[in-house]
């Protein structure tokens, strides 16, 4: 059973009562909605994905997650070296997928219940990689992982895992799904053997390069996410600075170089403002956040429930 510090999310109630009808979005689209209702409890629309949980997930004595001061839930998991964000796509309020230590790929909901996905004999990374969740090139909602030379899909009902890709430059970690070139098609974000994050279109073998970035405790990169200049790849830099990365390789730093650990970030509305903020753990272990998305800025602590900072997270994780 997930262990959810008090809290009354509005957000939540106005989400369940929310009526979308038969509103179509294309693929990788970025809309916005937000309820009118407080700085804490908006909507959002983003990449053509209702999304009602903007929460950081990381691990800390057991996998936790997070929004901007409404408060933390963990969910019974303390094995979970490999995560990915938490997702809305499959048949739960919201999940959070992992690996454990023993290479098994599984999905813990938002009540704590845990399922594990038939991986067979492919075995995904257990350490030093991230997974990810959607639906690409016609596939169901699945998970997204890598086992190091490949890059392999399943669904929760599937009984053994679709080969997606055998990059000739390896497969190190699967960062999500987005219309990253503007092509009007979503592509498959991941990373090379050689810490290059690189994206998929259909029928790809080894990908186009986007570029590279600092990696330590772990790779310094993160879900590909909505921004108003067009969807970026959120980055540690090889000066420990927070970045954006675009398709081009363009990269514009949010923050002064030696600001952040090298490890994974994550993108997300976590203060509930109507537009993405970039997560991650600073050089004391802190979580913080950045804002403002267009230029170099001071960061901001990220706070618990209590308004407390949250100190905790595992840099051989990340925020994701």
Do not use: C
């Not at 993405?276 to 267009?294: A, K, Q």
């Amino acid at each position: 059973m997930a262990n959810t510090q008090p809290t009354l999310s509005r957000r939540a109630m106005l989400a369940s009562v929310a009526t979308l009808g038969s509103a179509g979005f294309a693929g990788g689209a970025v809309t916005r909605g937000a309820f009118s209702d407080s700085g804490t409890d908006s909507g959002s629309w983003t990449a053509g994905t209702w999304s009602s949980e903007e929460r950081v997930a990381y691990v800390a004595s057991e996998l936790t997650t997070a929004r901007h001061e409404t408060g933390t839930t963990t969910y019974g998991v303390t094995d979970a070296p490999v995560l990915g964000p938490v997702t809305t796509v499959f048949d739960a309020s919201y999940s959070i997928p992992f690996t454990d230590s023993n290479a098994e790929l599984k999905l813990v909901d938002d009540a704590g219940s845990v399922q594990t996905l038939s991986t067979g004999v492919i075995n995904p990374k257990t350490s030093k990689s991230i997974v990810a969740s959607g639906s690409w090139d016609g596939s169901d909602s699945s998970v997204f992982f890598a086992t190091g030379s490949e890059i392999h899909r399943v669904a929760p009902s599937d009984t053994s895992t679709t080969l997606i890709a055998a990059p000739g430059n390896g497969a190190e970690a699967v960062l999500g799904i987005i219309d990253i070139d503007g092509d009007g098609t979503d592509e498959l974000l991941f990373v090379d053997s050689s810490a290059v994050a690189r994206y998929l279109n259909s029928g790809d073998t080894s990908g186009t390069k986007i570029g590279g970035f600092g990696s330590n405790n772990q790779y310094g990169v993160g879900a590909p996410m909505s921004t108003d200049s067009g969807p970026r790849l959120p980055i540690i830099g090889g000066s420990n600075e927070v970045a954006l990365r675009a398709a081009d390789g363009t990269k514009t730093a949010l923050t002064a170089g030696s600001t952040a650990t090298k490890t994974a970030v994550a993108g997300h509305d976590i203060d509930g403002d109507g537009t993405n903020e970039v997560t991650f753990i600073d050089t004391d272990g802190r979580l913080m956040y950045v804002d403002d998305l267009t230029q170099k800025t001071t960061p901001k602590e990220f706070h618990d429930g209590s308004g407390n900072p949250i100190t905790s997270a595992d840099p051989n994780v990340g925020v994701l």
